[in-house]
């Protein structure tokens, strides 16, 4: 009668501080440990990915552009250059003396004896923790066909290539969901100049963001680069060819369009998984953490996509998924940890996009907005290049919206998201331009700042 054998645990040596997750804001943190001093052979990282932390940003943006149009590779998008701070290639985390561990996720946890264990059967002791895992990316189920040859979702490198892969083959692609994925993703395939349809179940563009005009004018834009829309479609599977591979989508009202390529870009979900024993936010999803992104356990925090965080000015919970708030909050999270920083964490929300910025492209768009989009909105300038909306409550201006802005334009927004001064309505629906507009709205900014 053969014996059970118990898979072997291989000891390291105890560090001081270990990060979970190969992430932006695991690379940000590394930063973070050596300005002060403290990363040589104090600090590893845990990584499911097979690379130093890097710009994820970069995966829906320059890595698609087409070959013939100087994509982005690694080792270019490492952390931290998207800051403009030092690229952070594997040897740099050498040198600095930072243990990484690669393609080996965290499975367990043991709080009382303060141990991982990882997948390989690694079991690491640490004295402080930071679970900086992320979100995964939501995924149709196997039974609709989620899983098929053909149909993909991004969230790492590996992801990336495999829809290059198809990209390189493919005719016709359908982009499921209109957020930030789904636009950025049929930009890219705009220009591999493949027939694009982007699906989705809303009525336009980046609900949770963009007014019905706002969306309007970026539909226009696509469509005129040969993209097509199906708003308000609702999929009840994926269909697979005679090779096995994806060929179709079969809507809810029993249509069917062909697709030898599909990108799902429907969400992400909190990377929680082995950490749940933390306390999980119930309403924003993620790991609950406080202002100093300190968990409900003494030594161990969270940080970036996965944090559930007070959003101090805006007085709720939230969770993030954005680039700018993983820098951020690993950064602060790393100071709080080492120093005798006590300030609570202030995030000011702010979300941008960059598309059709290859080579050739007729019409590059960037667009930035930073505060809340609440309360009643007003539009100002036509696309051509420039457009502004501005969101007011109460009278006070809460967020603000600009597309094609110049650097000292995009410099302005955060000031005026931050201050959210009193604002008259009707002076600036009068404005006739969207610089005219900005002008107004600071000069709201410098009322509000008199003594």
């Known amino acids: 009668m053969g014996r059970c054998l118990k898979p072997t645990v291989r000891k390291l040596p105890e560090v001081t501080f270990v990060i979970v997750g190969g992430g932006n804001a695991a ?9 002060h001093g403290m990363a040589d ?40 250059v998207g800051s403009g701070g030092e690229r952070q290639t594997p040897e740099w985390y050498k040198e600095k003396g930072i243990e ?49 040859p053909g149909v993909h979702y991004i969230r790492d490198v ?42 989705f179940p809303e009525n336009h563009l980046l609900q949770r963001l963009f007014t019905p005009s706002l969306a309007q004018r970026y539909e226009e834009l696509y469509k005129e680069n040969g993209v097509k829309f199906l708003k ?4 009840k599977n994926l269909e697979a060819g005679s090779n096995g591979r994806v060929a179709a989508v079969k809507l809810g009202d029993g249509s069917t369009i062909e697709a030898d390529t599909i990108i799902i870009g429907i969400g992400a979900k909190p990377a ?41 000015m805006y007085d709720r919970m939230a969770r993030v998924e954005h680039v700018d708030h993983a820098r951020r909050s690993a950064q602060h999270c790393v100071k709080a940890l080492l120093s005798a920083q006590t300030h609570t964490y202030d995030y000011l929300p702010y979300f941008y996009s960059r598309v059709f910025e290859y080579e050739g ?10 505060g809340d989009n609440v309360g009643e909105t007003v ?11 501005f969101w007011i409550d109460s009278g006070k201006l809460k967020g603000v919206f600009l597309e094609s802005g110049s650097a000292e334009e995009f410099k302005l927004l955060p000031e005026l998201a931050r201050s959210q001064p009193s604002i008259d309505k009707a002076k600036l629906q009068k404005a006739s331009s969207v610089e005219e507009a900005l002008e107004i709205a600071k000069a709201s900014l410098l009322v509000g700042q008199k003594p």
């Open 27 to 35: 690379g940000y943190a590394a930063r973070t440990f050596v300005e």
């Open 41 to 80: 052979g104090r600090l590893c990282i845990v990584s499911k990915e097979a690379y130093a932390p890097y710009e994820r940003p970069a995966l829906t943006k320059g890595y698609l552009f087409p070959l013939d149009k100087k994509p982005a590779r690694l080792p270019g998008f490492h952390t931290c």
């Open 100 to 148: 990484m561990i690669y393609e080996d996720p965290v499975t367990t946890i043991d709080i009382e004896k303060q141990t991982l264990t990882t997948n390989s059967g690694k079991l690491l002791k640490y004295g402080s923790l930071i679970i900086a895992t992320g979100c995964t990316a939501s995924r149709f189920p196997e039974k609709i066909g989620g899983n098929l």
């Open 158 to 199: 590996a992801d990336a290539d495999s829809l290059i892969s198809s990209l390189e083959k493919a005719k016709k692609v359908v982009v499921v969901g209109g957020g930030y994925i789904g636009m950025e993703v049929a930009a890219a395939a705009v220009g591999w100049k493949l027939d694009t349809t982007i699906i």
């Open 232 to 235: 308000g479609a609702s999929i």
């Open 272 to 312: 929680v998984s082995s950490f749940e024993v933390l306390g999980l936010n119930t309403t924003v999803g993620g790991i609950q953490v406080d202002g100093l992104f300190r968990t409900s356990i003494p030594g161990i925090f969270a940080v970036g996509d996965v944090a559930a965080f007070p959003l101090k």
């Open 361 to 370: 492209s007729p019409r590059k768009v960037w667009w930035q907005f930073f």
């Open 379 to 389: 539009e100002i300038g036509n696309f051509y290049p420039k457009i502004a909306t």
